[in-house]
């Protein structure tokens, strides 16, 4: 558990040197759901041609704010984008309030409920998501039904439990260093189950784990169950890289990750 908590306090000072993206938007939504103001960023490919282009596929990112991953996330589309390796896709960053409380499920562990005052508001959470966040960017953007969400540690946790609860929410999952390890892998060990029960329609599914003694095991068993009983309508891709560490891997895995998922087929290097 040491680990655990020194993981995640790595992730967190290292989401703070980012600088925030030039063509980004920035609004505020006033949640019933949670009770509190929440701040989105919203990122479109320069050339895409904003409001008058096409519509766009959604991807949402909890710690998505410009103080946090958002940054990082949204260069690494702009240049997949730009190279013709990804599909362009409306970046919309979700800033944190309380992330321990929002990307945590509930837990019996004694020590899991040390990482924060408040924990166990998944839920919430994603009922935020579902029904205040995704109704305004379906009202106020030009997007397809096309949805899919990417996170890093707990919030790769929050994504693995969205796909085990939700399945339904998004199209497309990208769990990055999974915090699995949350309530004694409770999700890991109901996988079997929830995967043979995931929906039959066109999901892509992609992990990825560092040098972490805490993740990889559980990971690990997550991917074997998809490679068990995944319906043959889900594409999944488990991409272990051991070389990183907690507080590299999301920058380190993210071009790969979301061109696994979102991507056009082009190979690398290739003229656009």
């Known amino acids: ?30 949640s019933k759901v949670l009770s509190e103001t929440r701040r989105i960023n919203v990122f479109v490919p320069s050339g895409h041609g904003g409001e008058t282009g096409a519509p766009l596929p959604v991807l949402y990112m909890p ?7 958002f940054p990082h996330v949204a260069e690494t589309v702009q240049t997949l984008v730009a190279a013709g390796r990804m599909m362009p896709v409306l970046l919309v960053g979700i800033e ?17 409920r ?7 508001g998944s839920a919430a959470f994603r009922q935020f998501i579902r029904t205040e966040l995704m109704p305004h960017i379906r009202s106020h953007y030009r997007t397809t039904a096309d949805s899919g969400i990417v996170g890093e540690s707990l919030a790769g946790l929050f994504i693995v439990e969205t796909l085990l609860a939700e399945p339904e929410l998004f199209d497309r999952y990208v769990a990055i260093s999974p915090s699995v390890w949350w309530n004694d892998e409770a999700l890991v060990r109901a996988a079997d189950a929830r995967i043979k029960a995931l929906p039959k329609k066109p999901t ?9 003694e805490n993740i990889v095991p559980g990971t ?13 309508s889900v594409s ?7 070389t990183e560490r907690h507080d590299t891997i999301y920058r ?8 696994t998922v979102y991507g056009t087929g082009k190979a690398p290097g290739a003229a656009p």
């Open 220 to 232: 690990a068993r997550l991917a074997a169950s998809l490679r068990a009983h995944a319906p043959a």
């Open 252 to 259: 380190a895995s993210e071009a790969l990750a979301l061109e």
């Open 63 to 69: 710690d998505g704010g410009n103080a946090e991953d």
């Open 114 to 120: 040390k990482i924060a005052i408040r924990v166990g």
């Open 1 to 30: 558990m040491k680990n655990a908590l020194f993981a995640l306090m790595v992730g967190c000072a290292a989401m703070q040197s980012f600088a925030a993206p030039v063509a980004s938007q920035t609004f505020t939504l006033d």
């Open 236 to 242: 999944w891709t488990y991409q272990p890289m051991p």
């Open 204 to 212: 892509k599914i992609f992990l990825t784990s560092a040098d972490e």
């Open 96 to 112: 944190n309030t309380e992330r321990r409380r929002d990307l945590t499920g509930p837990t019996t562990v004694a020590n899991d």
